[in-house]
């Protein structure tokens, strides 16, 4: 045989069970038996003779796949498993594994590594500390001393992935591994939620019945731990109003209900003045608080008390003041709701945003006309910075809405993670939300929504460049540098990758492009050419 031109002898099979077989079946038993990949020569052992009930999901460059697995893992609410082609996949990866390390998505990433017996020679695509390059992004890394121990660090992989808080976890696994004999064993299971220290909760009881203006700031993690529900619950039994977390990465708490109280920015000063005359800042699921730009003063406002609840104690070890209390936000408010008691809802300004002008395609009218003639129940995945006011003033995320976002900063997430959320929840379509500089990131991942028959309404909001940072750049008092995307077809690049697509410039022709965006199966993709606010 040659492969890269060089001759090559066939790996030998090995009689009996193999690594191979023993991974299979824990796969199986952890129902991970959705793939993501882009293959190489280091990875194809794993798939020979995959088992049936088994699916490989293709992207088409590594950050392709991580985005991919991501959105699944989030809206499967169970780990996702990736594989990646040696240390050249892995550093492709990296951009979207290091938004999955800060969305909190568990996913087990395999990369493969070369032959064992040809490793002191540093060999064609050997990762000499492969386990190295995922560092700090991962929460734990490993490749495993022995072939034998393969099926046991996926096993560990998972588990680590699964426990809060939830991320990351590789596993490198060199080539000749897999034909190995190996005996097939059943996966131990692991109770992975932490509930809060009882006496943390006596306190914040008494801070709660104490104070007479609490006030609620919360995060992604409300939505990962399952605990919207008890959410609202609390705030209607606080009368307390509800702030979304700064850069928030899903929807905590429906934006349509009467104690919603908007988002809060990633700037200290702009917090405080939000919060306004609060005596309790209780935030859920969420850092207190992740800011955006430099700021000074305090964190709360003057005599306010800071509470956090949440599953990561890193996060609570950031804490600058207050209390933080670590456990699983669900349990935690389950253990708070029977003791708090029921209070007269105050007074609460009406969040009054008027309509925007119809006039002009701007990106504000867009969202308000998605809105209007969106599908109930509908899933969202969001990467469009310079729309992101817009679309929290005219696209509020309602009961029943899932929301999805990047909570790195990074671009190239959207895409692909919409194309992974419609494939873990095909019932429920999925609106994709993009700018078009961060589109161009990850467009390849058009084409796996095609192959896969991904349900993804994609809509490309173009403004000609990356606008968000002529924002940023107006704050320095200069002129953004390379900001400009001229002359970029986004209804080509779709229709050649197989995707029905259009594109609207007017807004006579607007609601009928999103009705027939709407009505029409996907994926599709529809292109709008906005003008500036």
């Known amino acids: 045989m040659t492969a890269h031109g060089l001759q090559v ?27 993501f990949g882009n293959p190489g020569s280091t990875e194809l052992p794993m ?19 991580l985005g991919m697995a991501d959105g699944f893992a989030q809206a499967s609410g169970r780990a996702a498993l990736v594989n990646l082609h040696s240390s050249a ?17 568990p996913l087990v990433v395999t990369a493969g590594q070369q032959a064992r017996s040809i490793l002191p020679h540093a060999p064609f695509l050997y990762a000499e500390r492969a386990t190295e390059l995922p560092q700090p992004f991962v929460k734990w890394a490993v490749e495993p001393a022995r072939a034998e121990d393969v099926r046991l660090a996926i096993a560990r992989a998972w588990h680590i992935a699964m426990q809060a808080p939830r991320g990351p976890a590789f596993v490198s696994i060199p080539i000749d591994d897999w034909e190995r004999p190996c005996g097939v064993h059943v996966p131990a299971r692991v109770a992975g939620r932490t509930a809060p220290d009882p006496a943390a909760i006596d306190e914040l009881v008494a801070l709660l019945d104490a104070g007479a203006r609490p006030v ?35 929807n905590p708490f429906p934006e349509d209900h009467a104690l919603f109280r908007g988002f809060l920015p990633a700037s200290r000063e702009a917090i405080v003045r939000a919060l306004g005359d609060a005596d ?16 000074r ?30 456990g699983d936000v669900a349990l935690a408010l389950d253990a708070l709701l029977g003791r708090i008691r029921l209070r007269e809802r105050r007074p609460m300004p009406v969040r009054d945003v008027p309509p925007p002008a119809a006039d002009r395609l701007t990106d504000a009218l867009l969202m308000a006309r998605l809105a209007a003639l969106r599908p109930a129940g509908i899933a969202i995945v969001e990467e469009a910075p310079s729309t992101r006011g817009p679309l929290h003033d005219h696209f509020p995320i309602r009961a029943g809405d899932e929301f999805h976002t990047c909570a790195s900063g990074g671009l190239g997430h959207g895409l692909p993670a919409a194309v992974g959320v419609a494939l873990a929840r095909p019932e429920r379509p999925v609106l994709c939300l993009l700018g078009d ?77 999103i009705r027939r965006l709407f009505d029409l199966p996907g994926p599709r993709l529809l292109e709008v050419i906005v003008q500036p606010q």
């Open 9 to 35: 002898e066939p790996l030998a099979r090995a009689e009996g069970p193999t690594v191979r077989d023993a991974v299979m079946a824990l796969l199986a038993d952890l129902g991970m038996t959705t793939i």
């Open 47 to 65: 798939f020979r003779d995959l088992p049936a009930g088994f699916r490989y999901i293709l992207g088409l460059q590594e950050s392709i796949v």
């Open 89 to 105: 996949g892995v550093g492709h990866a990296m951009g979207n594994l290091f938004t999955a390390y800060r969305n909190g998505t």
């Open 216 to 250: 609620i700031v919360a995060g992604a993690g409300v939505a990962n731990n399952g605990a919207r529900a008890q959410l609202v619950a609390l705030a209607e039994r606080l009368g307390a109003g509800v702030w979304v977390a700064p850069m928030a990465a899903r």
């Open 280 to 295: 309790c800042v209780l935030v859920l699921g969420a850092p207190a608080f992740t800011f955006h730009v430099e700021g």
């Open 297 to 326: 003063g305090p964190f709360v406002p003057d005599g306010a008390t800071l509470v956090q609840i949440g599953d990561d104690p890193a996060v609570a070890a950031r804490m600058p003041q207050g209390l933080a209390i670590v």
């Open 437 to 513: 500089g961060s589109a161009m990131y990850a467009v390849q991942g058009l084409w796996s929504a095609v192959q896969h028959a991904a349900d993804v309404r994609f809509v490309v909001v173009n403004n000609g460049g990356y606008v968000a940072l002529d924002h940023f750049a107006a704050l320095f008092g200069i002129e953004a540098v390379g900001s400009k995307l001229p002359g970029i077809d986004f209804v080509g690049l779709a229709t050649s990758q197989g995707m029905a697509a259009e594109r609207v410039e007017t807004v006579t022709g607007l609601d009928a492009a």
